[in-house]
């Protein structure tokens, strides 16, 4: 505390000298008009600079939060699509009667690692079995399908992404024409762009066309974006259109994911197990 006085007393001049300077300034800005207009103006700018970097640093350190409440504001509006229930009839004879009946489930996630640059890409999410989390899910962000869950631990999942030509293929619905046709896969090149195939030439697609997921999928909902066909060519003698489609999704910026369930996926398929096992054995005799 000896030192710091020492020091002060060292500096008295210097500080006097610095007092009566902000006391000249602070009389010249009061008793003056113009002194004073100039300097309120410049000090509003300087404060108005201030509080946009404190916003943008507090908004910077808020996106973690604000993205998760987003994920669930989202969540809770999927829910609400009619795509998300199936129309179940009460009464034999009265069509009308009828309830909606949940479908779909989703879990949000993020996105641990994602690939986009090899042949066969995959996708880590942080939800696993102690979220309910199931090989076979459908993964997608809110901007479209990302890929289907294929390893599970207990809190991670590995999704194989739209970009992995072995393991991932669709067949989506083109929404302008309103039917379910051909077959979504990605070549192995560019990861902006798939390939719609088995599409015949007659048909009436055009450039511009939205792709979107089909009511027959069991691992995702339907008119869940897969992208917009970006051009069309015509191959001499072969019967299909040679399609490419721009991505709904940038891969390479995917942070948030939702996985979902379909709730009536393990009795549609154990009904065609059934059925499998009755056509086997009708066969075999």
Not at 35 to 43: D, K, L, Q, V
Not at 82 to 97: A, G, I, L, R
Not at 206 to 221: C, E, L, R, W
């Amino acid at each position: 505390m000896n030192s710091i006085f020492k020091y002060l007393r060292s500096k008295l001049h210097v500080l006097l000298f610095i007092l009566l300077e902000i006391f000249c300034i602070t009389m010249i800005v009061r008793f003056n008009v113009y002194h004073s207009s100039y300097f309120f103006s410049h000090t509003r700018q300087l404060t108005e600079k201030v509080h946009e970097v404190n916003s943008s640093a507090f908004d910077y350190f808020g996106l973690y939060a604000k993205n998760q409440a987003l994920s669930n504001e989202n969540i809770e509006l999927r829910k609400k699509l009619k795509t998300n229930f199936v129309v179940e009839s009460k009464k034999v004879f009265e069509v009308n009667d009828s309830i909606f009946k949940q479908r779909y489930r989703y879990f949000p996630a993020q996105v641990i690692t994602n690939s986009t640059n090899k042949q066969n890409n995959f996708i880590t999410l942080n939800r696993g079995k102690t979220s309910g989390i199931r090989i076979g899910m459908g993964v997608f962000s809110p901007e479209g399908i990302i890929g289907t869950i294929i390893e599970v631990s207990e809190n991670y999942s590995i999704a194989a992404s739209v970009l992995n030509t072995n393991m991932f293929r669709i067949v989506p619905k083109i929404t302008e024409l309103n039917y379910t046709k051909g077959t979504i896969l990605w070549n192995g090149k560019d990861p902006n762009y798939l390939t719609l195939e088995n599409i015949n030439k007659y048909e009436s697609l055009k450039k511009g066309y939205h792709i979107v997921t089909s009511p027959y999928s069991k691992d995702f909902p339907e008119n869940i974006p897969i992208g917009i066909v970006e051009s069309i060519e015509v191959p001499q003698n072969e019967p299909f259109f040679k399609v490419k489609v721009r991505t709904a999704v940038n891969f390479g910026k995917i942070q948030t994911a939702y996985i979902v369930i379909d709730l009536f996926k393990d009795e549609i398929e154990h009904l065609e197990n059934e059925i499998d096992k009755k056509f086997k054995a009708l066969n075999q005799e």
